[in-house]
Nanobody
Framework: QVQLVESGGGFVQAGSSLRLSCAASGGSFYLYTMAWFRQAPGKEREFVAAIRWSGGNTAYSDSVRGRFTISRDNAKNTGYLQMNGLKPEDTAVYYC?????????????????WGQGTQVTVSS
């Protein structure tokens, strides 16, 4: 099992930027699809973005496309989510996750390893 630790969350004003990090240990991070999900209060967890093991393919939800950028540095066993133009509706706990099986799945049930989450709060 791969251990994942998110960091970089915080309290910011609308229009600001944050960069989340996901540090992996204990497994072959570089082999797996990495994704970010988020869960707002009272809502189900939702897909945000994913990146293939090689970094060659990315996918985004419609709500963040053009504002967020997912990336990874396999040499550092770390993934990132650059969030620009933050909106109050981006307020949520953000989780990183790994899919050990394949690329392109957006359903959280497909993901095998999860971090504990980092809180992002955006004020209007």
């Amino acid at each position: 099992q791969v251990q994942l630790v998110e960091s970089g969350g915080g309290f910011v004003q609308a229009g600001s930027s944050l960069r989340l990090s996901c540090a992996a240990s204990g497994g072959s991070f570089y082999l797996y699809t990495m994704a970010w999900f988020r869960q707002a209060p009272g809502k189900e967890r939702e897909f945000v973005a994913a990146i293939r093991w090689s970094g060659g393919n990315t996918a985004y939800s419609d709500s963040v496309r053009g504002r967020f950028t997912i990336s990874r540095d396999n040499a550092k066993n770390t993934g990132y989510l650059q969030m620009n133009g933050l909106k109050p509706e981006d307020t949520a706990v953000y989780y990183c996750a790994l899919d050990r099986t394949t690329w392109g799945r957006l359903d959280e049930r497909a993901y095998d390893d999860w971090g504990q989450g980092t809180q992002v709060t955006v004020s209007s």
